[in-house]
């Protein structure tokens, strides 16, 4: 294969040699505005199927259909990430093509064999305006999702949608209702996972895709909190994300020498394509969506959301349950939501033993490191009264915490100097009580109370008689 051929648009340049197609939509946007790119979108004269088996033996890799894409066929290299589309033409021309898309930033084409630039609906104009408009009055009508969608390019390529553009979103928002709700879900990843994720929230929000999609974020407006908040829980929520992203992009600032093990725990892959830090930006967006049915207020004025931590678990899994997330996520941010309240209760509790770090890290288990770190997005967004000192004694237990539970992660835990085979042969001991009492061993040893074999059967022999 030749060095041309090694590109993906050489690739197919030498294998549709002769055949009529278009690079077309995000690709062509993307190569203009200087971004990279892995996932190509072709458009082609012919049979997608066809052209996309022929690529798939040049580039030794696969080809399949992609379901509800009219007919389009995708093409995965083994050698190299990314991915290409191939859509059949829809129309006589290439213009007639573009005329059916969202948006002008992606109703725009490069003849794959050389040629200028197709723009019929002044693309190239609305990228150097940073401008987003829709191709036609129909755009939304065709397709709900892209109401959506506005919201998701504006925030990822920083543009302003065009005010008749915006009411004909809104105007069409309901529509989302009956769309599947992957293809949601695909929309709100890359919401989330944007830089300007919360910029993309609040214009999902002002175009009415945010009350269709996720009316568990607008069922926040207006909900107030205690004197230690600034914001209700609508703006908290926002706050809490942005502030996770700032640590994401500079975790040293905040967390000191537990960075850049911060770093590349959020880098871990977890699941549905998302990473761990972008997952947690998921929790950060629904670890209070309970707050509105659990909020109460005391004989003394003291407002309280008793219980938010456990009913927020389960509406976070709910919720995901609902867009189609993997199990993976849903167990995640469930998680995280279900105990982001612990570190700030032990900040309380002060100084923090080995025994009572151990709990905490058993408790949380797996998400020890991750839901830390929301739980500092989530304190650095709560700025009432006496903020700044309760921000100062978060980071310290924070950093200690982390200094524990990034190892913990990494699967160096501690481990009972005696097994359970070895406690039921020198004790007797059977089923349960063989557990209950590793368990207390293990803690022990964390505590670094007990060091040897012989240490640990004594402290067996006396749980056992307890």
């Not at 290439?94 to 002044?122: C, K, Q, S, W, Y």
């Amino acid at each position: 294969m030749s060095a041309a051929e090694a590109d993906p648009v050489g690739l197919a340049r030498a294998v549709l040699a002769g055949e009529p197609a278009w690079l077309v939509g995000g690709a062509v946007r993307d190569r203009l505005l200087g971004r990279t790119t892995t996932d190509l979108d072709l458009a082609v004269a012919g049979d997608p199927q066809d052209a996309a088996r022929r690529l798939a033996r040049a580039a030794r890799g696969t080809a399949f259909e992609l379901s509800g894409t009219h007919g389009a066929w995708r093409v995965v290299r083994r050698d190299r990430p990314g991915h290409l589309d191939l859509l059949a033409l829809q129309g006589e021309a290439i213009e007639a093509d573009l005329a059916r898309r969202d948006f002008t930033v992606n109703a725009m084409a490069e003849p794959l064999h050389g040629g200028p630039l197709v723009d019929p609906f002044g693309g190239r104009a609305d990228l150097a305006a940073r401008r987003l408009r829709m191709v036609a009055a129909r755009a939304f009508s065709d397709d709900p999702l892209r109401v959506l969608r506005l919201a998701r390019i504006a925030c990822e390529l920083d543009l302003e949608p065009e005010p008749l553009s915006s009411r004909a979103a809104a105007a069409h928002a309901g529509g989302l209702a009956a769309v599947a709700p992957e293809r949601v879900f695909g929309e709100v990843k890359r919401i989330l996972s944007a830089d300007r994720a919360v910029a993309g929230l609040e214009l999902a929000e002002d175009v009415g895709a945010a009350q269709v999609v996720l009316p568990e974020l607008s069922a926040l407006h207006g909900v107030e909190q205690n004197v230690y908040h600034h914001r209700d829980v609508h703006g908290h929520t926002l706050e809490v994300l942005q502030a996770l992203i700032d640590l994401q992009a500079d975790p040293g600032r905040y967390l000191g020498d537990q960075g850049p093990g911060v770093a590349a725990l959020m880098a871990e892959p977890l699941a549905d394509e998302l990473t761990r830090g972008q997952a947690l930006r998921f929790a950060a967006l629904l670890h209070d969506t309970a707050k509105p049915v659990t909020r109460a207020v005391t004989p003394e004025g003291r407002v309280t959301f008793i219980g938010h931590d456990v009913a927020g678990a389960e509406l976070a899994r709910a919720v995901l349950t609902r867009l189609r997330a993997a199990e993976k996520l849903r167990a995640f941010v469930a998680a995280v939501t279900l105990h982001h309240l612990r570190l700030g209760f032990l900040v309380h509790r002060q100084p923090l033993d080995r025994r009572g770090l151990y709990r905490y890290l058993r408790t949380t288990d797996p998400v020890a490191a991750d839901v830390t770190v929301l739980t500092v997005a989530d304190r650095l967004a709560t700025r009432g009264r006496k903020a700044q000192e309760a921000i100062d004694r978060h980071l310290d237990l924070a950093r200690r915490v982390l200094g524990a539970a990034l190892p913990w992660h990494a699967g160096r835990r501690p481990r009972s100097p005696v097994r359970g085979d070895e406690l039921a042969r020198e004790l007797g001991l059977r089923g349960p009580d063989i557990g209950r009492v590793l368990a207390a061993l293990e803690e022990a040893s964390y505590a670094g109370e007990i060091a040897t074999r012989e240490e640990a059967l004594t402290r067996a022999r006396a749980l056992a008689d307890t």
